[in-house]
């Protein structure tokens, strides 16, 4: 896992990590279905003693460009884990009420309780994403987030959660793909909307700013 793994402080070139890497699966997609349905009965178990210890936090944050899979992967993964210590939270763009608060109000919301294990899908990082890109809020402000929440996972950590970040790489050919493939499959067209078509005329901005 060392090869995917972006050490603190270094520099990020997502034009340099391949987002076709199947790492040491070269075979049928078989091979690695295999090994995930048994990586997901032992988390099975793992979850179940998280949960009946009541001592530890554990949240997995999700980030990555629509059709990247975030969705996709939390059903293959978890499908074994009982929901009763797993939750899911999703974040789209704020409601008046969380307006009303700082940017962080409605993700401190959602942590995980001692446990549990909690999945973001999408997370405070839109916040220096679609905020940037989108230029919802002056470049001042988006700037200063960086270490602000920097500051919020250090507390996250010290009070005991465990954080595992992962951002799911694509290029933008596969969502080209993809993109067509909700829409003309009649039972996925609903995912697919004409604000996704204006997204992807972003994507050098998206991928700045990741990176």
């Known amino acids: 896992m060392d090869s995917y793994r972006i050490r603190p402080g270094s520099r990020v070139d997502l034009s340099h990590l391949d987002p076709e890497d199947t790492g040491t699966f070269h075979g049928p997609k078989l091979q690695a279905d295999a090994v995930v349905d048994g990586k997901s009965q032992e988390l099975e178990v793992l979850q179940e003693l998280l ?8 949240l997995i ?5 629509d059709t990247s899979g975030k969705d996709g ?3 293959r993964v978890f499908q074994h884990v009982n929901p009763l210590g797993v939750r899911v939270a999703c974040f789209k763009a704020p409601s008046l009420e969380e307006q009303s608060f700082d940017y962080l109000w409605r993700i401190h919301s959602q ?6 294990i909690v999945i973001f899908n999408r997370s405070h990082y839109e ?11 002056p470049r001042r402000v988006w700037e200063q987030r960086y270490a602000q929440i920097t500051d919020f996972e250090r507390m996250l950590h010290e009070e005991g959660t465990t954080i595992l970040k992962f951002f799911l790489h694509i290029s933008r050919d596969e969502q080209k793909k993809r993109l067509e493939a909700r829409r003309d499959d009649p039972d996925k067209r609903w995912k697919f ?9 972003l994507w050098p901005s998206y991928i700045e700013a990741y990176q």
Request: proline share 2%; with cysteine; hydrophobic share 35%.
């Open 51 to 58: 949960y009946a210890e009541h001592k530890h936090k554990l």
């Open 111 to 116: 942590v995980p309780s001692r446990g549990e």
């Open 73 to 75: 992967t939390i059903r």
């Open 193 to 201: 909307t004409r604000a996704d078509v204006e997204e992807r005329k």
């Open 61 to 65: 944050v999700l980030q990555g460009m």
């Open 127 to 137: 916040d220096v994403c679609i905020a940037r890109v989108r230029e919802l809020v």
